[in-house]
């Protein structure tokens, strides 16, 4: 059959008018919608929300709510206000409280505003730990920015459980403090926040490390983007330290700041290849060369007059070449002149003088 031209001008007139879109007819862009969003209960309601499902599940388990976390959350309801910071602790009574309570209420009314999570001298059982790694690995609380465990007595299983959850998470600041999982935990550590790019600062004070976790924590600087870095009261020794430095020396790596006070620097250290003026030596060769550091901490380390030396002449070659000072903290029991150079060139502490403030009129 012929068409006739006319027909199909009709049916083409007829597909522009009826199927095609109007043009000033815009696509909704995708999300939430201002009423899904008016329609969210306040800031107050989610917490008191939150509050009810914690007591409920720490009734249902036979321990004690936190009372630093109830009257954060008291707070929040009060002030209409989100809380973010979670500290658990037993309080003065040191009664016994459970972080798994803690993680069940955030599920139960799916309560996304936790960003920090603190618990201080508080036992942490395995069932705990796992109950927090599932939590954290969970998308919608990926949002965890800082985790601290201080005294927590954290076992080598919880440790290593933990440790899986940090490359899917967003951690910025870790904090295992008085947890002695020594070389084995530090081992685990650096498998798990190799290739980490969100991580921040790390502190392992007093957690039993010795000599190899020098090699260990020099390693895991080259394999994350750590620049706040907490390593006193263990036993690293002489070997351990000037290891670590050594690696520094080498790598372009980024280090504001190390605490490295207590650490056996001297010359009683069992089985130690180097004393402390060697392991100066190295030190002193980082402090002329690194253009990022700003604080490094040797206090508590008998680390005696030669060696001392060698530290404030780093300090003497870093003025020389112009670089930015450094605040360099070391024993007070080395020659007093000494002492004094390294404060003098040292960097100062912010501050200074404070200011005077106003007189107030006499009555």
């Known amino acids: 059959a012929v068409v006739s031209t006319q027909s199909t001008g009709n049916i083409n007139y007829f597909i522009q008018t009826n199927l095609r879109m109007p043009p000033n007819v815009k696509k909704k862009k995708k999300g939430k ?41 008291r707070q929040g309801i009060e002030q209409n206000k989100f809380v973010s910071k979670f500290i658990l602790s037993g309080g003065p009574s ?15 009314v799916c309560y996304m505003k936790i960003r920090e999570i603190y618990c201080w001298r508080t036992e942490i059982t395995d069932t705990d730990i796992i109950d927090m790694a599932l939590f954290l690995e969970t998308p919608c609380w990926r949002n965890v920015s800082t985790l601290e465990l201080i005294d927590t007595g954290l076992s080598d299983f919880a440790l290593g459980r933990l440790s899986r959850t940090f490359p899917v998470g967003r951690l910025k600041k870790l904090v295992l403090d008085y947890n002695k999982f020594g070389d084995e935990g530090m081992a685990n550590l650096l498998v798990c926040l190799s290739g980490n790019t969100q991580l921040v600062h790390l502190s392992v004070n007093y957690c039993n490390l010795t000599v190899p976790s020098g090699a260990l924590i020099a390693e895991l600087l080259t394999k994350s983007t750590i620049s706040l870095l907490e390593v006193a009261g263990n036993s690293l020794q002489c070997d351990g330290v000037a290891h670590l430095v050594d690696v520094l020396c080498t790598q372009d790596i980024p280090l504001k ?16 290849q180097r004393g402390p003026f060697m392991t100066a030596k190295v030190i002193r060769r980082w402090l002329t060369c ?61 501050g200074g003088k404070k200011k005077k403030g106003k007189k107030r009129k006499k009555k």
């Open 290 to 350: 690194t253009q990022y550091l700003q604080l490094c901490d040797l206090r508590d380390n008998d680390i005696g007059d030669l060696a001392a030396r060698e530290l404030m002449d780093g300090l003497t070659d870093r003025a020389t070449a112009g670089l930015a000072n450094i605040q360099l903290l070391v024993t007070c029991r080395i020659d007093e002149n000494i002492y004094k150079t390294i404060q003098s060139l040292g960097k100062k502490t912010k």
């Open 257 to 272: 700041s190390i605490l490295l006070s207590d650490n056996g620097i001297d010359s009683h250290g069992k089985g130690s």
């Open 94 to 108: 040191n009664k016994p409280v459970s972080l798994s309570c803690l993680i069940k209420a955030l599920r139960a």
């Open 33 to 73: 919608s201002k009423i899904s969003s008016a329609l969210d209960p306040p800031p107050g309601a989610q917490v008191k929300a939150l509050l009810k499902a914690y007591q409920a599940t720490v009734q249902g388990h036979a321990t004690y709510l936190s009372p630093s976390i109830e009257e954060d959350l």
